[in-house]
């Protein structure tokens, strides 16, 4: 079964054949790939069966393609909001529940009104139930409690996290390089 052009995105790996990023995934759009390819700043490493067509040349569109030169990856995430969610496992750190990006809100445990910083080691995620129970209140005197410490996770970390919550898309030709340290079933 082919898919339209439109629908085929390319999976991005640094130099060292890891992707740039796990969450969100490393992708371009087909007609950056193409882009890069004729500008030889990346490698083919695997292509779609589609293919794009001009009057003189076919092209199949590259589902994975490898950057020539090496990224170096900062060693401190950026603080974000998205990177709080995803350090958090996407999961309320007052009530354990599971939620959605966008069911999600963050917490200062220390309310800034109280002197808390928009940082790391006191934003959280939280459910807009438990935000709104918690409130301007310290953990105290909200009587509530957190599961897990804030602190500022590592790239390596985050990355671990983001491997466990796969995008809705994965062509079958990415798996090998998303998983590529994963531990080997031996039975």
């Known amino acids: 079964m082919t898919i339209g052009v439109n629908n085929c ?3 991005v790996l640094n130099a060292d054949f890891r992707p740039l990023n796990y969450f969100p995934l490393s992708l ?8 890069a390819v004729f500008l030889n700043r990346v490698n083919v490493v695997s292509e779609y069966s589609n293919a794009i067509h001009s009057p003189t040349i076919e092209i199949k569109i590259p589902s994975v393609i490898s950057l020539k030169d ?12 998205f990177n709080v969610f995803l350090r958090d496992q996407f999961t309320c750190q007052y009530c354990n529940l599971p939620f959605q990006v966008q069911e999600l ?25 438990c935000n709104l129970q918690k409130a301007n209140k310290s953990l105290k005197n909200s009587g509530m409690h957190l599961l897990k410490k804030p602190m500022c996770p590592s790239n390596h970390s985050l990355q671990g996290i983001g491997r466990a ?9 990415w798996r090998d390089f998303l998983y590529w340290d994963s531990e080997l079933d031996t039975a």
């Open 9 to 11: 995105p390319s999976l």
């Open 165 to 173: 919550f796969p995008p809705n898309y994965l062509h079958e030709s």
């Open 28 to 35: 371009w759009s087909w007609q950056d790939a193409v882009k």
């Open 70 to 81: 090496y990224i170096h990856i900062s060693r401190k995430p950026a603080f974000t909001r």
């Open 105 to 129: 809100t963050f917490d200062h445990v220390v309310p800034r009104s109280q002197g808390g910083k928009t940082e790391w080691t006191n934003v959280v995620a939280a459910c807009s139930h």
